[in-house]
């Protein structure tokens, strides 16, 4: 193994023992973002859009909102794992739990990993004038919608794909809509070809 393959692994074992308190609700929410029941998708995207219009209904401040979050975020985290030894205790874990905890375990330290790269890309390297340009371009861009479209639609969104995104990758769905549109395509050159004759 190379030095790299080590830290890896070391990276993946210590991401595992941090989050073995959380790894039924892990294992169970990975099962509910891939799809894994037909109705899933349905309750994913539910869920986000009832959290949406209650946020958009209480309007609360940034500050009042981020607020809420830590403190959400911190009593989960401290009474989460107690509750569910009281409630998931007696939920015997198999080998298959456990290959999905893994596989979650695994794409979350690569998706580290790439938010690394891209760290040491963007902030540690020196960048050429052509880089600025595009990237000043595309971020006024970004300004420029985020100016037009309210930004709660934008966040909702934004949190939309990011949670159906898993499961559209699962159930192969955009293969299914490249071979559609490929296969419309090449009808339309055939159609094309036959007429030129």
Not at 74 to 86: A, C, E, G, H, K
Not at 118 to 126: A, D, G, S
Request: hydrophobic share 50%; with cysteine; glycine share 6%.
């Amino acid at each position: 193994m190379t030095a790299s393959q080590v830290d890896q692994k070391r990276a993946l074992n210590k991401l595992k023992h941090d989050l073995e308190p959380f790894r039924t609700a892990i294992v169970g929410a990975y099962g509910v973002l891939t799809w894994e029941k037909q109705y899933y998708a349905g309750v994913v995207f539910g869920s986000i859009s009832v959290l949406y219009l209650a946020l958009w209904y209480l309007d609360f401040s940034l500050i009042t909102l981020v607020s809420l979050l830590g403190l959400i975020s911190i009593l989960m985290d401290y009474m989460f794992p107690t509750v569910s030894r009281l409630v998931f205790g007696s939920v015997n874990w198999d080998g298959d739990q456990e290959a999905k905890f893994e596989d979650v375990c695994s794409q979350v330290c690569a998706i580290k990993a790439n938010l690394a790269t891209w760290y040491e890309y963007l902030f540690k390297e020196r960048k050429s004038t052509v880089f600025v340009i595009i990237s000043s371009i595309g971020l006024v861009g970004l300004a420029w919608i985020g100016a037009l479209i309210n930004n709660w639609l934008l966040m909702y969104l934004a949190t939309l794909l990011i949670a159906m995104w898993p499961g559209l990758q699962d159930k192969d769905v955009f293969k299914a809509i490249t071979q559609k549109a490929s296969k419309i395509i090449n009808e339309k050159i055939q159609c094309g070809k036959r007429k030129l004759q």
